[in-house]
């Protein structure tokens, strides 16, 4: 059986168990932000030559998702390469931020906001962690009836501080803070209208009420409610701006520019709120018994 319970406002039959729908999620994310990060590091002729290396990372790390995806339980030596990949992920995404904030430092060497406004993304790399750590944390289980005892195959059993549905609700407000922060800087570019101030003042309010479930003791009827009716108003959000930016690339040229989807509008960028509305969704589910 595989129906599952969001706050008592929605059921879903999910295709396959959460696990692996969660590890084919991050799979599928890793391979989106790879292909983003080729086209944008084309730009630049993929010089300095360690821009290929998260190019070189994520088809490694997406197939490590989708095999375990593939099998209701990971052979010991499958879990581990997976956790190897997932934590080299981390770690190129802390990596690639400190080469970008490197790279948008002016010529006196401390950072300007047009710098930041106009040079390389600066938050962009730690996408890769943080799909890198939901992908991670999707293949432990947690020790029924106690929260924070995560198996982890071919390790054993680790005692966290917070149970694990808490780890990705931190996970899921994280990646809204960092979307409405970058929000701020990608709109910064040609200045701040209605409909840009949204992405940003839903992000802010996305990354409030995430967090702040992911720390209360106990969660009413009204956290829920609210929790989830802002992980759908995120989806619509994310679709709604992936048309205004569409919209944008396209505005007075009547044809597709690559180098106006990753500079002047990047397109996927707004999908971002829709992504993480539906992981937020999926996190906070829970199996029917």
Not at 84 to 92: D, E, F, K, Q, S
Not at 120 to 129: C, E, H, N
Not at 223 to 248: E, K, R
Request: net charge neutral.
């Amino acid at each position: 059986m595989n129906d599952v319970n969001i706050f008592h406002l929605a059921n879903i039959r999910l295709p396959i168990e959460k696990n692996r729908l969660l590890m084919l999620f991050v799979g599928v994310n890793l391979l989106f932000t790879g292909i983003d990060v080729v086209l944008a590091h084309s730009i630049n002729s993929y010089i300095p030559v360690y821009e290929w290396i998260p190019i070189i990372y994520f088809p490694l790390g997406s197939i490590s998702c989708f095999l375990i995806a593939l099998k209701t339980k990971p052979q010991k030596w499958q879990a581990l390469v997976h956790i190897a990949l997932m934590i080299t992920g981390v770690l190129i995404g802390v990596i690639g931020t400190a080469f970008h904030a490197n790279a948008v430092l002016n010529p006196a060497g401390y950072l300007t906001w047009s710098w930041v406004v106009f040079g390389s993304p600066i938050l962009a790399p730690l996408a890769f962690s943080g799909i890198s750590l939901l992908g991670l944390y999707a293949v432990t289980e947690e020790v029924e009836n106690q929260p924070g005892l995560l198996n982890v195959p071919g390790l054993g059993t680790f005692k966290a501080p917070i149970s694990r549905d808490r780890h990705f609700l931190w996970l899921v407000g994280l990646g809204f803070g960092a979307s409405a922060i970058t929000s701020i800087i990608d709109h910064a570019q040609y200045g701040y209208s209605f409909y840009k101030l949204i992405a940003i003042v839903f992000g802010v309010f996305a990354t409030s009420v995430v967090l702040y479930l992911s720390v209360a003791k106990e969660w009413t009827k009204g956290d829920g409610l609210v929790y989830f009716w802002t992980m759908i108003a995120a989806i619509i959000t994310g679709v709604l701006g992936f048309g205004f930016h569409l919209s944008a690339d396209l505005a007075g040229t009547g044809a597709i520019s690559l180098e106006r989807i990753l500079a002047f509008a990047p397109v996927l960028a707004p999908l971002l709120f829709a992504d993480l509305g539906m992981l937020g969704l999926l996190v906070v589910a829970q199996q029917k018994k």
